[in-house]
């Protein structure tokens, strides 16, 4: 089995569907995390946000957005800010899994949608939302090497992880952290089915349980 198939095949068994789209209680976003092979290894697509942007500006983050009225699911979503982002149009992305929500730092319910796309795509990044766009292979995400954490952090539970990675193609240097970091710990812990080298503060085994009971929690505060 190739490489994408396999990787196809091992995400779905995380597949949440619409499990939690009709939660009424918080406002909702989505996420996706696309995924392409380059020579025999699975990378990433990231952005980095505008400087000009009113929320998170200047930082990495998967292309996503808050949900429109018009979308009709989580993955709509995704796949309609991916477009608006970096031109990824949504026909060009084979949606593989919906992983499961999380809170972000400013009371979002974050929907991760999980698709791959060709390696032969070419970015077209909307300059009012997203500076640049850069990948990283996904097996970066489980080495210590460039990895490191704080225990503390506002509005967040558990460790907060951070990267840094420098982008061989542009010379640039990103951060990356946050909730960022975490889905994308995530993504590289399932797809590759490999431990990390360091603490990722979740159960490996048994992830949708962690982050369930995370949601509760922050439930249970509203």
């Known amino acids: 089995m190739q490489l994408k198939e396999k990787t196809i095949a091992t995400l779905k068994q995380f597949d949440i569907g619409a499990k939690f789209s009709d939660l009424p209680v918080l406002p909702k976003a989505s996420v996706l995390i696309p995924l392409f092979v380059r020579g025999d290894e699975l990378h990433t697509l990231m952005t ?3 400087e000009e942007l009113r929320t998170s500006a200047g930082e990495v983050c998967f292309p996503g957005g808050k949900r429109d009225p018009g979308d ?24 593989v899994c919906t992983l499961f929500p999380i809170v972000n730092k400013s009371g979002l319910l974050v929907t991760p949608v999980v698709g791959f796309i060709d390696e032969t795509f070419c970015p077209s990044p909307n300059p009012a939302e997203v500076s640049a766009v850069f990948s990283v ?7 210590e090497k460039d990895h ?12 907060l992880h951070s990267f840094h990675f420098w982008d061989p193609a542009s010379g640039c240097l990103y951060h990356i952290w946050g909730l960022t970091a975490m889905l994308a710990i995530l993504v590289a812990t399932l797809a590759l089915r490999k431990k990390p080298e360091f603490d990722v503060g979740f159960d490996l085994e048994d992830p949708q349980s962690f982050f369930q009971h995370l949601l509760h929690i922050k439930l249970s505060k509203l």
């Open 48 to 50: 980095l946000r505008s």
């Open 72 to 95: 009709r699911s989580d993955v709509d979503t995704a796949l309609r800010e991916a477009e608006e982002e970096i031109g990824l149009l949504p026909d060009d992305v084979l949606v």
């Open 137 to 143: 292979p996904l097996g970066f995400f489980t080495r």
């Open 148 to 159: 490191f954490v704080a225990h503390s952090a506002p509005g967040m539970m558990g460790p």
